[in-house]
Nanobody, 123 residues
Framework: VQLQASGGGVVQAGGSLRLSCAASGHSFRSYSGAWFRQAPGKEREYVAH????????SYADSVMGRFTISRDNTRRMMYLQMNSLKPEDTAVYYC?????????????????WGRGTQVTVSS
């Protein structure tokens, strides 16, 4: 499975962005997916997780109620809708696949990663 994240950019605080993750390979449909982010000088941080069917989701406390993760298996796509963005959301965002739904927070347990997309939120 190859993943490619896109949709990042520069936005003012309070604004919105929608990140996309395009996947190759039919097996993507059977894998759980997630978004992580990494700010300069910080460790990679869990953002959100979605189960293989799209019906199960979970979020980091820091983005709960503002971000929404979703997927479209027919198009092999995963999304992260980000609303009410804050300067502290500034980071490189990465999509991942083939992880453990019972431990989505651990980046070491995710098998496939895409190149990141930069999100910058100005105050």
């Amino acid at each position: 499975v190859q993943l490619q994240a896109s949709g990042g950019g520069v936005v003012q605080a309070g604004g919105s962005l929608r990140l996309s993750c395009a996947a190759s390979g039919h097996s993507f449909r059977s894998y759980s997916g997630a978004w992580f982010r990494q700010a300069p000088g910080k460790e990679r941080e869990y953002v959100a997780h979605v189960g293989w069917s799209g019906t199960s989701t979970s979020y980091a406390d820091s983005v709960m109620g503002r971000f929404t993760i979703s997927r479209d298996n027919t198009r092999r796509m995963m999304y992260l809708q980000m609303n009410s963005l804050k300067p502290e959301d500034t980071a490189v965002y990465y999509c991942a696949a083939q992880g453990r739904s019972d431990r989505p927070h651990d980046p070491l347990l995710w098998g496939y990663w895409g190149r990141g997309t930069q999100v910058t939120v100005s105050s």
